[in-house]
């Protein structure tokens, strides 16, 4: 399992990430301070760690040279800041990658696997990172032309992949899970 820092101060976000990524199969340790989590790099042993840049305890790009400073794991930052000077300086500062809230939980996962590859695959050619496959299910839920992947945790309408955050997929997954509950116009 691969084992991600999250350093978070937003306790909301901090339990969206702590939640998605704990079922998608990676295993997490949340950290609200710049200096738990630094405390948590080497307690906790983390193969990437996603960082806000706006903690109690430091702000801005800062955060991210002290971590780096500490350590050479993948950093992603994630951020409210979304300007592109932001962007330039946190990945300047030593961030691997950079996230602007509010972002897919899709693309989190995705982009976790890429800077696991890029930063593993040099240290061993045979090394593939992939992020963690859920367990083997009933995959696919379809009603009306709209199937919910439930291993995949996507939206497919016509064919067509639904981009969703986090809480739009766990809702569709409530109205497929309790289609009675969900009815719109039926008495």
């Known amino acids: 399992m691969t084992r991600v820092l999250v350093v978070e101060d937003d306790h909301i976000i901090g339990e969206m990430l702590t939640l998605y990524l704990s079922e998608e199969g990676f295993t997490i340790m949340r950290a609200e301070t710049a200096a738990d989590g630094l405390k948590a790099v080497s307690d906790f042993q983390p193969e990437v760690i996603l960082l806000d840049l706006m903690l109690p305890d430091a702000e801005g790009t800062e955060i991210c040279a002290r971590f780096r400073q500490h350590t050479p794991l993948p950093i992603i930052v994630i951020s409210m800041k979304s300007a592109v000077a932001d962007r330039i300086q946190a990945i300047s500062a030593g961030a691997d990658d950079y996230l602007c809230k509010p972002f897919s939980m899709q693309e989190l996962k995705v982009r976790i ?50 981009e969703t955050t986090f809480s739009e997929y766990e809702i569709m997954k409530l109205f497929y899970q309790y289609p009675a509950r969900c009815s719109v116009g039926k008495n």
């Open 113 to 162: 696997g890429a800077v696991l590859r890029r930063t593993y695959a040099s240290a061993s050619p045979h090394y593939q990172a992939t992020a963690p496959s859920s367990p083997p299910s009933a995959a696919i839920a379809v009603q009306a032309g709209l199937a919910l992947d439930l291993e995949r945790r996507t939206i497919v309408l016509e064919g067509k992949h639904i």
